[in-house]
């Protein structure tokens, strides 16, 4: 305004000192000239500063007279605006990284229950694809009647647990709505898939303990009944041998169910160890002696033990799978089988302890199964051969805490071979 003024000033006194020298026409000529000037002066600036506005990220013109103080205030208020823009837009991205990075599924939804936004979680869990689904209600994503009863309540203090199905995968999710903002609410879905599996073996294992111990504990107490309420001089020495031998079997049975457990409890608890140096033919030895016993000379047994090889582990463990393996192998092989044990290094490097026997061998369709705890392809042999159902589980632990795998190999009729493959890293070089 004040340069406007100035300029203006000049004029007029240009013009007035024209009108004192060369008449007054002359000066009024020079106003008007000037006063044209400054207008067409004005109008380049002002086309100047329209191009600008077409592009307001690059720096305002220079110098544009009058308009340079009004540009340089707009500019700086622009720059500062932009700023802002940008940090509130990286302080969004930031925002919807964390949620997309959230290992729970999230939902947001409008206060119509139609879809705004969800997590790459979520569209796992329930197969919603934002691109299509966004403003869509929920309850034609998620069909569960349980779920729409759940949504509808007026507060949600409990989480819901829904059992979802989508594609071929089943899932179990544990879903909490809430309320948020303005008028708006957010599902969070946490898949407990595997905690339940988890609950249901435990279940299944305390019902199937209590079921193993039961059956032997019911004839126990039978037979002391029978004994107990029976006149001492109605039963015959003989007799009272044979109760006596049938209880302590049923004892037995209990004992061995208990130690297997014991034993499987020990392998769950305790961490893995490394170990130390273990030779394994005196151990194999000590189970083939074992086996003979119970073998009761039915059997014929071949032995192919390296006596020096060792590996890394803990003794007491590598003892029970190397028996577990052998007294099966008793117990599946019918009278005259042969079972054939070895203890070598593989060419790889590895340590193999195998088990093979021309036994009654296992379905294809049972193998995977066979170290599940309780699994027995035939309940009545394995019972009737004192089996507690938990040495394959056992074997398969004790595998697992030395690196090692558990293989088998069977097919019915024909036999199997059950190896214990441990790594090179466990076995101990020989010192040549
Ligand atoms: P069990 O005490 O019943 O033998 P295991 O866990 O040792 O329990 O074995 C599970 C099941 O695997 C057995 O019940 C049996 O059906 C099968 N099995 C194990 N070893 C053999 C084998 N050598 N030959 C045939 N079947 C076997």
Redesign the pocket.
């Known amino acids: 305004m004040t340069k406007t003024l100035i300029t203006l000033g000049m004029w007029a006194a240009a013009a007035w000192l024209i009108s004192t020298w060369a008449g007054e026409t002359a000066g009024w000529a020079l106003l008007v000239a000037g006063l044209v000037c400054m207008i067409l002066v004005s109008a380049r600036q002002l086309s100047q500063i329209t191009r600008w506005t077409r592009n307001v990220d690059d720096p305002p013109p220079p110098s544009v007279g009058p308009w340079d103080d009004i540009l340089a205030v707009v500019y700086r208020r622009l720059r500062r605006n932009q700023q802002e823009l940008s940090d509130l837009n990286r302080h969004m991205d930031g925002i919807m990284l964390a949620a997309e990075a959230l290992p729970d599924g999230a939902i947001t939804l409008n206060e119509e229950m139609q879809v705004t936004w969800c997590n790459s979680v979520a569209s796992e869990h329930t197969g919603l694809d934002l691109a299509k689904d966004k403003g869509f209600s929920i309850f034609n994503i998620v069909r569960a009647p349980e779920f729409a009863a759940y949504a509808r309540q007026s507060e949600w203090p409990e989480p819901l647990l829904l059992h979802l199905s989508h594609g071929d995968t089943e899932r179990s999710l544990l879903v909490q709505l809430t309320r948020y903002g303005d008028r708006q609410f957010l599902i969070v879905g946490r898949d407990v898939t595997q905690m339940e599996k988890l609950e249901t073996t435990r279940k299944d294992f305390v019902a199937n303990v209590s079921h193993e111990l039961r059956t032997p504990l019911t004839v126990l107490a039978g037979f002391l009944e029978t004994v107990h309420d029976l006149p001492p001089e109605s039963l015959s020495d003989e007799q009272r041998e044979h109760y006596y031998h049938l209880m302590m079997e049923q004892a037995g049975r209990m004992q061995a169910l208990v130690d297997d457990l014991l034993t499987l409890s020990t392998l769950e608890s305790s961490p893995s160890t490394a170990g130390t140096p273990v030779r394994l033919a005196p151990i194999i030895d000590h189970a083939l002696r074992q086996a003979k016993i119970l073998s009761k000379d039915q059997h014929v047994f071949v032995a192919n033990i390296d006596p020096e090889l060792q590996i890394n582990g803990i003794e007491a463990e590598l003892g029970s799978a190397v028996g577990?393996l052998l007294t099966?192998?008793v117990?599946?092989?019918p009278k005259d089988g042969t079972i054939t044990v070895s203890w070598y290094k593989t060419e790889s490097g590895q340590a193999c302890y195998s088990v093979q026997?021309t036994?009654?061998?296992?379905a294809s369709q049972?193998i995977p199964r066979?170290?599940e705890r309780f699994?027995?392809?035939?309940r009545g042999?394995?019972r009737a051969t004192g089996?507690?159902?938990?040495?394959?589980?056992i074997t398969k632990h004790v595998a697992m805490r030395h690196g090692a795998e558990l293989n088998i190999r069977?097919r019915v009729g024909a036999g199997?071979t059950?190896s214990l493959d441990f790594p090179p890293s466990r076995v101990i070089a020989r010192h040549a």
Do not use: E, K, P, W
């Open positions: 577990n099966n192998a117990r599946y092989t026997d036994g009654i061998g296992i049972d066979l170290t699994y027995r392809v035939d042999r394995s089996g507690t159902g938990l040495g394959l589980a069977s199997s059950f």
